[in-house]
């Protein structure tokens, strides 16, 4: 329907031959051979009952294969069933059967869904069987019984040799927890504290049955025993779950496991999969069909071929097999086969291959000798060959040239075929060939690129030579003659335009010129064409003429191009600005002779034009907001590119198209100069720009917005950063533990602007504070810090960029903030183990958080942390690991 090249065969291999409610994709790989074009696979699930779903897929467009995953309905899993997986290519009718494929597979039943009757957690382990060294996703749900859940304390123990904690994504309903883990030995331990509702969120949606908390994802180790059931390898409990009031309503209580089995337990199991295997192999040459040219240029033709082995875990993509293969062909005469050090193996057809016909090669593992695959491949033969010259007749001197003689094409031809295949031909190969001519003070080959690779010979003085085709036996005497030939006056030369270069479609060869080739029709500006210049000799040959010929143009609404480096033919194009026009538009000349060329420029009466800006928002000239700091500047000035779907070019000519109009709106809120608008002091409102050519295009227009600086704001966030600081503003520093230092804020000074963002424009402005005792320091100036002996109460910070200014109060609290959590930590420590030489020091790194909910890390560090008035160390075994503050 397409007209895409329609698939002769269609290999698959299915991946799943069991699918679980958790994991109910269907995998398979495929591959559709003798296939360049997009042709969708679809696959096909049908139940027992009749029922059916389905999916689509397309394969890679280099190497054919593709991997689909369709997903079964959850309502499939009411009960245990076998099930047939059709893979079938997109097309499939009663005038042409496309080839198709059908799989059996095992439904797994849904076990009944377990809620909790009473307060308290769930873990919901996977059903499905798990392969080793793969990734597995666990869900914690709690009842929260008659309370919205408001905080929770969780605790996780594994078996820390065959499971790992990769993330934890916790629910949005709650604050981010702090999460905590320790490994001994082969347990581990996971414990995750939330405490208090997202803000987007209600109390109500924190209660149920079964509210989720949090999803871990887990990694089962690649040591684990394959289609093994571990038994009690998980487990969960509940530290507390606190209410809305604050007051703990269920402490200290086992969770439940719930892995697949009738009845949830206190621990969970986790069934593994088979150790992973290949299941099955695609493959593909890369060249379906091999064309035996040894005969014709001495050269071997070759393809690789490439073998995709598919296993049972679906998370592993085919992969190519480079090693451990060796490759066999059955029928040497016609194929031939070597190891190849980036694919399975090269198959060849070179100087030991004296027939044509459908070879096969085996392919099998090196080590086993079992047979992965067997591949057709045709080889097409040369039965017969013949090399000529498009003029046969003797080639003579031009009259009025004395060095110029006739020239003409060399053209080789072969028929192909083989056991079992209709030949072919003849075909042209001259491309294939390389050509020697053996006097080359008679003639010279050149080879023509633009016209697909052919060749011509030219006379350089009376004689004969012998053009033969290097490394074959193929040759044709060529002759020149002093004798002379002539041009005529009148109509010895033709001339015509075309967009493609296939000439032998049109009817022209080197030995005759059709006179039927239609005009050539240029549709938009740079639209472009390649002129094709033949003179007819006095002995009633033709001659192709390049470089020689001048040609003029007749009509404004073409432009000629000379010849080019890259392209020994002369061009016409539409130039911008041009109108309807057809007829005898261009003049080749050529000695005493010349001949028009027929061209029709048929542009459509209107265009609809694309405009795209440059930026996607401007200021005015002066305004604030183009002086902001580094990259954030905003331009006063854009360009315009104008697309009309039609030209050549990404975008039209249209910036020299003398019709070009283009306005913006309000006026005298911007100047414009064709294409580049720049907008003007004092502009607060959204530019409208038009564009338009008439009459060829229609106007279009966009709109442009002039965003301009409001007002500054001061904020305050915590010093030093951490997780979530920069979203927090704080209008009280207080006081940390007992000596006399305060936390620090870092100052912010932002400019707003009239699109509702803001920039960070510090740096720009001058920073004052009310009260000298309290001052700026850091790295850039930026951070508020009361000295130890001020006492002052309260500070005003100001900053001022002329013409704006703007102050925050800051107030500083007497009263402690206590500690809520500490978080420790060293390079010694690797997943909850000490593991260094003996007597190897280290730094204690030291996190607090504070009641206001601020964070000091590192506060071991900082230097207005006292740790000795805030935190006591010791070591629970002072024999193997000592605690010091020095």
Same mark, same amino acid.
């Given at each position: 329907?397409?007209?895409?090249?329609?698939?002769?065969?269609?290999? !698959?291999?299915?991946?799943?031959?069991? $699918?679980?409610?958790?994991?109910?994709?269907?995998?398979?790989?495929?591959?559709?051979?003798?296939?360049?074009?997009?042709?969708?696979?679809?696959?096909?699930?049908?139940?027992?009952?009749?029922?059916?779903?389905?999916?689509?897929?397309?394969?890679?467009?280099?190497?054919?294969?593709?991997?689909?995953?369709?997903?079964?309905?959850?309502?499939?899993?009411?009960?245990?069933?076998?099930?047939?997986?059709?893979?079938?290519?997109?097309?499939?009718?009663?005038? @042409?059967?496309?080839?198709?494929?059908?799989?059996?597979?095992?439904?797994?039943?849904?076990?009944?869904?377990?809620?909790?009757?009473?307060?308290?957690?769930?873990?919901?382990?996977?059903?499905?069987?798990?392969?080793?060294?793969?990734?597995?996703?666990?869900? $914690?749900?709690?009842?929260?019984?008659?309370?919205?859940?408001?905080?929770?304390?969780?605790? %996780?123990?594994?078996?820390?040799?065959?499971?790992?904690?990769?993330?934890?994504?916790?629910?949005?309903?709650?604050?981010?927890?702090?999460?905590?883990?320790?490994?001994?030995?082969?347990?581990?331990?996971?414990?995750?504290?939330?405490?208090?509702?997202?803000?987007?969120?209600?109390?109500?949606?924190?209660?149920?049955?079964?509210?989720?908390?949090?999803?871990?994802?887990?990694?089962?180790?690649?040591?684990?025993?394959?289609?093994?059931?571990?038994?009690?390898?998980?487990?969960?409990?509940?530290?507390?779950?606190?209410?809305?009031?604050?007051?703990?309503?269920?402490?200290?209580?086992?969770?439940?496991?719930?892995?697949?089995?009738?009845?949830?337990?206190?621990?969970?199991?986790?069934?593994?999969? #088979?150790?992973?295997?290949?299941?099955?192999?695609?493959?593909?040459?890369?060249?379906?069909? %091999?064309?035996?040219?040894?005969?014709?240029?001495?050269?071997?033709?070759?393809?690789?071929?490439?073998?995709?082995?598919?296993?049972?875990?679906?998370?592993?993509?085919?992969?190519?097999?480079?090693?451990?293969?060796?490759?066999?062909?059955?029928?040497?005469?016609?194929?031939?086969?070597?190891?190849?050090?980036?694919?399975?193996?090269?198959?060849?057809?070179?100087?030991?291959?004296?027939?044509?016909?459908?070879?096969?090669?085996?392919?099998?593992?090196?080590?086993?000798?079992?047979?992965?695959?067997?591949?057709?491949?045709?080889?097409?033969?040369?039965? #017969?060959? +013949?090399?000529?010259?498009? +003029?046969?007749?003797?080639?003579?001197?031009?009259?009025?040239?004395?060095?110029?003689?006739?020239?003409?094409?060399?053209? !080789?031809?072969?028929?192909?075929?083989?056991?079992?295949?209709?030949?072919?031909?003849?075909?042209?190969?001259?491309?294939?060939?390389?050509?020697?001519? #053996?006097?080359?003070?008679?003639?010279?080959?050149?080879?023509?690129?633009? *016209?697909?690779?052919?060749?011509?010979?030219?006379?350089?003085?009376?004689?004969?030579?012998?053009?033969?085709?290097?490394?074959? *036996?193929?040759?044709?005497?060529?002759?020149?003659?002093?004798?002379?030939?002539?041009?005529?006056?009148?109509?010895?030369?033709?001339?015509?335009?075309?967009?493609?270069?296939?000439?032998?479609?049109?009817?022209?060869?080197?030995?005759?010129?059709?006179?039927?080739?239609?005009?050539? =029709?240029?549709?938009?500006?740079?639209?472009?064409?390649?002129?094709?210049?033949?003179?007819?000799?006095?002995?009633?040959?033709?001659?192709?003429?390049?470089?020689? $010929?001048?040609?003029?143009?007749?009509?404004?609404?073409?432009?000629?191009?000379? /010849?080019?480096?890259?392209?020994?033919?002369?061009?016409?194009?539409?130039?911008?600005?041009?109108?309807?026009?057809?007829?005898?538009?261009?003049?080749?000349?050529?000695?005493?002779?010349?001949?028009?060329?027929?061209? #029709?420029?048929?542009?459509? *009466?209107?265009?609809?034009?694309?405009?795209?800006?440059?930026?996607?928002?401007?200021?005015?000239?002066?305004?604030?907001?183009?002086?902001?700091?580094?990259?954030?500047? %905003?331009?006063?000035?854009?360009?315009?590119?104008?697309?009309?779907?039609?030209?050549?070019?990404?975008?039209?000519?249209?910036?020299?198209?003398?019709?070009?109009? =283009?306005? !913006?709106?309000?006026?005298?809120?911007?100047?414009?100069?064709?294409?580049?608008?720049?907008?003007?002091?004092?502009?607060?409102?959204?530019?409208? $720009?038009?564009?338009?050519?008439?009459?060829?295009?229609?106007?279009?227009?966009?709109?442009?917005?002039?965003?301009?600086?409001?007002?500054?704001? %001061?904020?305050?966030?915590?010093?030093?950063?951490?997780?979530?600081?920069?979203?927090? +503003?704080?209008?009280?520093?207080?006081?940390?533990?007992?000596?006399?230092?305060?936390?620090?804020? &870092?100052?912010?000074?932002?400019?707003?602007?009239?699109?509702?963002?803001?920039?960070?424009?510090?740096?720009?402005?001058?920073? &004052?504070?009310?009260?000298?005792?309290?001052?700026?320091?850091?790295?850039?100036?930026?951070?508020?810090?009361?000295?130890?002996?001020?006492?002052?109460?309260?500070?005003?910070?100001?900053?001022?960029?002329?013409?704006?200014?703007?102050?925050?109060?800051?107030?500083?609290?007497?009263?402690?903030?206590?500690?809520?959590?500490?978080?420790?930590?060293?390079?010694?420590?690797?997943?909850?183990?000490?593991?260094?030489?003996?007597?190897?020091?280290?730094?204690?790194?030291?996190?607090?958080? @504070?009641?206001?909910?601020?964070?000091?890390?590192?506060?071991?560090?900082?230097?207005?942390?006292?740790?000795?008035?805030?935190?006591?160390?010791?070591?629970?075994? /002072?024999?193997?690991?000592?605690?010091?503050?020095?």
């Amino acid at each position: 329907e397409y007209g895409w090249p329609r698939p002769s065969t269609l290999s !698959a291999v299915l991946i799943t031959s069991a $699918v679980y409610f958790d994991r109910s994709d269907v995998h398979l790989a495929y591959r559709l051979h003798d296939e360049t074009g997009e042709v969708v696979v679809f696959v096909r699930l049908f139940l027992p009952n009749g029922q059916f779903f389905y999916g689509d897929c397309s394969p890679q467009p280099v190497t054919g294969i593709g991997v689909c995953s369709v997903s079964i309905p959850p309502e499939w899993f009411s009960e245990s069933a076998d099930i047939t997986c059709r893979v079938v290519v997109n097309g499939e009718s009663e005038s @042409m059967v496309l080839p198709s494929l059908s799989f059996d597979l095992t439904l797994a039943q849904q076990p009944p869904p377990y809620y909790l009757d009473t307060v308290g957690v769930l873990l919901q382990m996977p059903a499905y069987p798990i392969f080793a060294g793969s990734n597995f996703s666990a869900v $914690v749900t709690a009842n929260t019984g008659a309370f919205p859940l408001f905080a929770f304390d969780l605790s %996780l123990a594994f078996n820390a040799s065959l499971l790992a904690i990769e993330s934890i994504t916790p629910s949005s309903l709650f604050n981010e927890p702090r999460v905590s883990s320790l490994l001994e030995g082969s347990a581990g331990q996971l414990r995750a504290v939330a405490g208090g509702l997202d803000p987007a969120h209600i109390p109500a949606q924190a209660q149920g049955t079964a509210v989720e908390l949090m999803r871990i994802t887990l990694r089962l180790s690649p040591d684990a025993p394959p289609d093994t059931q571990l038994d009690g390898i998980i487990s969960l409990a509940v530290g507390e779950f606190v209410n809305a009031f604050n007051i703990a309503y269920l402490r200290d209580a086992p969770g439940l496991v719930a892995d697949g089995d009738a009845e949830p337990a206190l621990t969970g199991s986790l069934q593994t999969a #088979s150790q992973t295997t290949a299941v099955g192999h695609l493959y593909y040459a890369d060249e379906s069909e %091999l064309l035996n040219t040894e005969l014709l240029n001495g050269q071997e033709a070759t393809t690789n071929l490439h073998v995709w082995a598919v296993t049972n875990d679906p998370t592993e993509p085919p992969a190519e097999l480079t090693s451990g293969l060796s490759c066999e062909s059955a029928n040497v005469a016609v194929l031939g086969a070597r190891t190849h050090f980036y694919s399975a193996c090269s198959i060849f057809a070179g100087p030991l291959q004296s027939a044509g016909g459908e070879g096969k090669i085996s392919v099998r593992n090196q080590a086993t000798g079992a047979l992965i695959a067997t591949v057709p491949l045709r080889v097409w033969f040369p039965l #017969s060959a +013949e090399l000529a010259l498009d +003029e046969t007749r003797t080639l003579n001197r031009l009259d009025g040239h004395p060095s110029r003689y006739q020239s003409t094409g060399v053209t !080789a031809t072969a028929t192909f075929g083989g056991a079992g295949l209709s030949a072919v031909g003849p075909l042209d190969v001259t491309k294939l060939l390389k050509l020697k001519i #053996s006097d080359p003070s008679v003639g010279n080959i050149s080879r023509e690129e633009d *016209t697909g690779g052919g060749a011509k010979v030219t006379g350089l003085q009376a004689g004969t030579a012998t053009i033969r085709a290097v490394n074959s *036996t193929l040759a044709v005497n060529v002759t020149f003659s002093d004798e002379g030939g002539r041009v005529l006056a009148n109509g010895g030369l033709f001339a015509f335009a075309v967009k493609t270069v296939e000439l032998t479609a049109l009817g022209v060869t080197g030995q005759s010129v059709s006179t039927r080739v239609p005009p050539v =029709v240029l549709s938009a500006v740079g639209d472009a064409a390649k002129v094709f210049v033949f003179a007819r000799l006095g002995n009633g040959a033709t001659m192709e003429l390049c470089a020689e $010929v001048v040609l003029v143009s007749l009509s404004p609404n073409v432009r000629v191009h000379p /010849p080019t480096a890259d392209s020994a033919f002369w061009t016409v194009s539409v130039p911008p600005g041009a109108e309807l026009d057809v007829g005898e538009l261009v003049q080749a000349t050529w000695m005493d002779s010349s001949a028009t060329v027929l061209l #029709s420029v048929e542009l459509p *009466t209107t265009v609809l034009l694309t405009l795209s800006p440059s930026v996607a928002r401007v200021t005015s000239t002066g305004n604030p907001a183009s002086k902001l700091p580094g990259d954030g500047a %905003l331009p006063n000035q854009f360009e315009i590119f104008v697309s009309d779907g039609l030209s050549q070019n990404e975008f039209g000519d249209y910036g020299d198209d003398p019709r070009l109009n =283009v306005t !913006a709106s309000p006026l005298g809120c911007a100047t414009v100069d064709r294409l580049t608008v720049t907008v003007l002091a004092g502009c607060t409102e959204t530019l409208e $720009v038009c564009v338009e050519v008439p009459p060829l295009a229609n106007m279009s227009c966009f709109a442009m917005p002039v965003v301009f600086a409001t007002g500054l704001e %001061l904020q305050a966030s915590p010093w030093p950063a951490f997780e979530g600081s920069a979203e927090m +503003e704080v209008s009280t520093l207080s006081k940390i533990g007992a000596a006399s230092n305060y936390q620090r804020a &870092r100052i912010s000074a932002m400019l707003a602007l009239s699109d509702d963002s803001a920039v960070d424009v510090t740096e720009l402005c001058s920073l &004052r504070v009310s009260d000298r005792s309290v001052a700026f320091s850091g790295d850039d100036g930026r951070t508020l810090v009361r000295s130890s002996f001020s006492s002052a109460a309260a500070a005003s910070v100001t900053a001022i960029w002329a013409p704006f200014v703007a102050s925050k109060h800051i107030s500083f609290s007497a009263e402690p903030l206590t500690i809520l959590g500490i978080e420790l930590s060293t390079d010694l420590e690797q997943a909850g183990t000490f593991s260094s030489e003996l007597n190897a020091n280290a730094q204690l790194r030291v996190s607090l958080l @504070m009641s206001d909910g601020t964070v000091l890390p590192d506060a071991q560090n900082l230097g207005f942390v006292v740790i000795s008035d805030l935190l006591t160390f010791g070591s629970s075994d /002072p024999a193997a690991l000592t605690v010091g503050t020095g």
